[in-house]
Structures are given as C-alpha cells and as structure tokens.
Nanobody, 123 residues
Framework: QARLVESGGGTVQTGGSLRLSCVPS????????VGWFRQGPGKEREFVAS????????YYKHYLKDRFAISKDFANNTVYLQMSSLKPEDTAVYHC????????????????WGQGTQVTVSS
C-alpha cells in the first residue's frame, strides 16, 4: 500500500518562507506524478503544483508560480514545495498526492493522499 507523509508545516509571519516535504513509500513511484493541494479554512481544496516523478515536467496554479516551487530530490526520494513571500491567504492544510499518470490538476484523479501539514501565516 502506497503512503505519502508530509512534513515541514508551521507558523510563519507574512513574507516568510517554508519548505514542505512529501516522502512516498510502499510502492515504486517512478511512473507517478506527485501534486500538492491545499485547503484553507472555509475553502474548497485547491491545486497548488505538480511534478512528474523524474522532475522533467512541472505545473503550477498560475498565480502561485512566482512564489512557490516544486522539486524532486532523487537522493532523498522526496518531493518538496518551497514557499516564499507567504501571505495570510496561504494559510491552509497542505496535502501531497500521487497518481499513476502524468500531471493533472483535478484532485479527484489522485490515488494516494498524505495526511496533510498545517501552514499558518500570521499578519
């Protein structure tokens, strides 16, 4: 059974940075795409970014591309989401997810989900 475990969330002030980590296990993920989603208080789940397992293709929510960066660390088998210039509206639970396909933005198509990590940006 594949599992995804996120870490790296926390509380930061406006303008700060955080790096979230997603570590998959339990399956061979070489044919997977991994995505990051977030759900803020009272909001629907929102696509943030996604990458193929080999990191050759990435895609972002258009208005997050300038501040967020998704990357794959092959040595540590980890997918990162580097977030900078954080704003209060970035406050959310951030989840990573995986599917046996190329990049898609619909969360409904992802097969595996992590438990989420809380990011809180204070003003």
């Amino acid at each position: 059974q594949a599992r995804l475990v996120e870490s790296g969330g926390g509380t930061v002030q406006t303008g700060g940075s955080l790096r979230l980590s997603c570590v998959p296990s339990g399956d061979t993920f070489t044919s997977y795409a991994v995505g990051w989603f977030r759900q803020g208080p009272g909001k629907e789940r929102e696509f943030v970014a996604s990458t193929t397992w080999h990191g050759d293709l990435t895609y972002y929510k258009h208005y997050l591309k300038d501040r967020f960066a998704i990357s794959k660390d092959f040595a540590n088998n980890t997918v990162y989401l580097q977030m900078s210039s954080l704003k209060p509206e970035d406050t959310a639970v951030y989840h990573c997810a995986a599917l046996r396909s190329t990049i898609v933005v619909s969360g409904a198509e992802y097969e595996y989900w992590g438990q989420g990590t809380q990011v809180t940006v204070s003003s």
